[in-house]
């Protein structure tokens, strides 16, 4: 049973990486969780809890980029990226900083997946609408798809890994942005300068800014576009008093969701049905179908090895305890992915029967990891795959070896400078 529960995982890995004539990743998914459960790796109750583990954080996530599909189709994001643009003021330089964060924005506040599936196509369109030479395309684009994840660390929502953490952890809105908040800004300003260092001979001088259109030329309801601001209000005063409250983030973030698409159904700039078809579904089926895979493998001695090596680091104190939970993460994101491996760790954390305040420290390094430690391999995370997705869509390919050659030396580099200031940061407030 222990080696048909590791097949089975390897399995729909290969399947969800490959995506054979374009199969949705979620299907495999779908199709290994049903056969986890026909073949007795998991029961019924298994799947029960693994749906515990889960529905926050896939509630959170649809909600979320229902929220960003609708902005989009307003033409918030692209009205943002015109502005900085303009800022840039025909600086080729200044516009690369400001994509990057304007990425790290959107990604902190409408999830990595969001930044990818959005600004992607917008970036991408503006710089060759700028006439921007081949080296510098790329150069933006790599950025983006880079920063998406890094700067997904700060609030619970900004990943669907943080969610997933926080809610095992049973970490809250409010805790969990005080320490990981200052953790952000550090991943932010390390990875611009890794980028700016690593690109910054592709990047030309200047670009002629009079290309650009006016900013409030792309929203395409005005009124709509005006009452979007009050929902993004609501949602970050609902994440605020969440913690307090004791109510799911989902809540709140299906709540706005629900506001912005009442606003929106007389919409002329909108529809409504395609936005429904637009959302994520297949990550839905793949949050579910993927955990109860990966949930077979807890007999399968994957989450004892795992313990063990959290374990030993910790003979050494907190700090490198810290630092192997980081690097662990990191390993087995950009080897399977890193939805699975964020509820690997956190098992084989559970299994090391830390005291609450180590393994809430702890729970932060599997975030990190599993969030900036996705940038080595495309297969690390899910935003990755759809950025390359979206990409291949516009003719620009990006082969698995230029991806890497460029994500080792820009993620180990970021990923080290990120896990040191967590491990500072914890360690001055604690837990």
């Not at 006439?131 to 395309?137: D, F, I, N």
């Not at 932010?188 to 260092?197: C, E, I, P």
């Not at 919409?267 to 395609?274: E, F, K, N, T, V």
């Amino acid at each position: 049973m222990q080696l048909l529960s590791v097949v089975l995982a390897a399995s729909v890995l290969l399947l969800v990486v490959w995506q054979p004539r374009g199969l949705s990743i979620g299907w495999p998914a779908a199709a290994g969780g049903a056969a986890a459960l026909a073949l007795g790796v998991v029961t019924w109750a298994d799947v029960i809890r693994v749906v515990a583990i889960v529905w926050d954080a896939t509630f959170t996530f649809v909600a979320l980029i229902f929220i960003s599909i609708v902005l989009d189709e307003v033409g918030f994001f692209q009205w943002a990226a015109l502005w900085m643009g303009r800022l840039a003021r025909g600086s080729a330089p200044r516009l690369f900083l400001s994509s990057i964060l304007l990425g790290a924005i959107v990604s902190a506040f409408f999830t990595n997946d969001g930044a990818a599936l959005i600004l992607t196509p917008i970036v991408y369109d503006e710089v060759v609408a700028l006439k921007l030479p081949p080296a510098a395309v790329l150069a933006f684009v790599m950025a983006g798809g880079f920063i998406a994840d890094t700067a997904s660390l700060p609030l619970v929502v900004s990943n669907l890994v943080n969610i997933l953490s926080a809610d095992f952890f049973h970490i809250g809105f409010v805790h969990y942005a005080q320490r990981m908040v200052p953790v952000d800004l550090v991943a932010v300003g390390a990875s611009l300068l890794a980028l700016v260092l690593y690109f910054r001979r592709s990047i030309p001088a200047a670009y002629d800014p009079g290309i650009l259109a006016d900013p409030i030329s792309a929203v395409r309801d005005l009124a709509l576009f005006r009452r979007s601001f009050y929902v993004l209000g609501f949602l970050m005063a609902g994440y605020l008093v969440s913690e307090a409250l004791h109510i799911p983030v989902s809540l709140v973030a299906v709540g706005a969701a629900a506001m912005l698409l009442l606003m929106a159904r007389r919409s002329a700039a909108l529809d409504l049905g395609r936005v429904v078809r637009a959302a994520p579904w297949k990550i839905v089926v793949f949050s579910v179908g993927m955990y109860v895979v990966i949930y077979g493998l807890r007999d399968a001695g994957l989450i004892r090895v795992v313990s063990d090596a959290i374990a030993a680091a910790g003979r050494g104190g907190r700090g490198p305890e810290i630092l192997a939970t980081g690097y662990l993460a990191t390993f087995l994101s950009s080897t399977v992915n890193n939805l699975p491996t964020v509820l690997v760790v956190a098992l084989g954390i559970r299994g090391t029967h830390a005291p609450l305040a180590l393994e809430h420290m702890l729970a932060l390094a599997n975030v990190v990891g599993s969030d900036l430690g996705t940038k080595i391999t495309p297969i690390g995370s899910l935003a990755t795959l759809l950025w390359l997705h979206i990409l291949e869509r516009r003719g620009l390919r990006i082969s698995w070896g230029t991806y890497m050659r460029v994500g080792v030396v820009l993620t180990l580099p970021v990923l080290t400078v990120v896990l040191l200031a967590l491990m500072g940061w914890l360690m001055a407030i604690g837990p």
